[in-house]
């Protein structure tokens, strides 16, 4: 199965990809703002978040615009968000935040994959699933279709 870009390039990904000395983790991020440092520059003063819905948030520390700094960055303002058939997933889900980020849709894909390769063990040892069993596989084929719009 191919997954979607949602997946492998997410908003966060193709703006990190595109700074130096980037160092962080779990949504936030310190790098080199592109416009105003150079190589030589000894600290970072762009701070980087990723929002629940999936969303960039940016701030150099030294004054330069957002725009200006996706903009050196080869990037677009509407990079800094989410294609829209994912938020408007997320509206669908229990009507929480207007979209999911990388991390939910890595997180959930990861769980159905891992019911469906309990249930698959199971059936390679002449186990018969249970209707809760087949239930829950289920669950986990419709969500992973819906994650992935396939």
């Known amino acids: 199965m191919e997954l979607k870009a949602v997946t ?3 908003p966060i990904d193709r703006l ?3 700074l130096d000395d980037v160092h962080g983790s ?5 790098a080199k703002c592109p416009v105003h440092q ?3 520059s000894k600290h970072r003063s762009l701070s980087i ?3 629940e819905t999936g969303s960039v948030l940016l701030h150099c520390h030294a004054g330069c615009t957002t725009e200006a700094v996706v903009t050196q960055a080869g990037l677009t303002l509407s990079g800094l968000f989410p294609p829209l058939k994912y938020t408007q997933y997320a509206k669908h889900l229990k009507q929480q935040p207007t979209g999911r980020s990388k991390v939910y849709i890595r997180d959930e894909t990861s769980l159905n ?3 469906l390769t309990i249930a698959i063990g199971l059936l390679e040892k002449g186990a018969q699933l249970t ?3 087949v239930a829950s596989c289920a ?3 419709f969500s992973l279709r819906q994650l992935h719009d396939v």
């Open 8 to 10: 492998t390039v997410s």
């Open 16 to 18: 990190l990809d595109k």
């Open 26 to 30: 779990a949504g936030k991020w310190r």
């Open 38 to 40: 150079t190589e030589t």
């Open 49 to 51: 978040k990723e929002t």
């Open 113 to 115: 994959i891992n019911i």
């Open 131 to 133: 209707d809760e069993e």
């Open 139 to 141: 669950r986990a084929i």
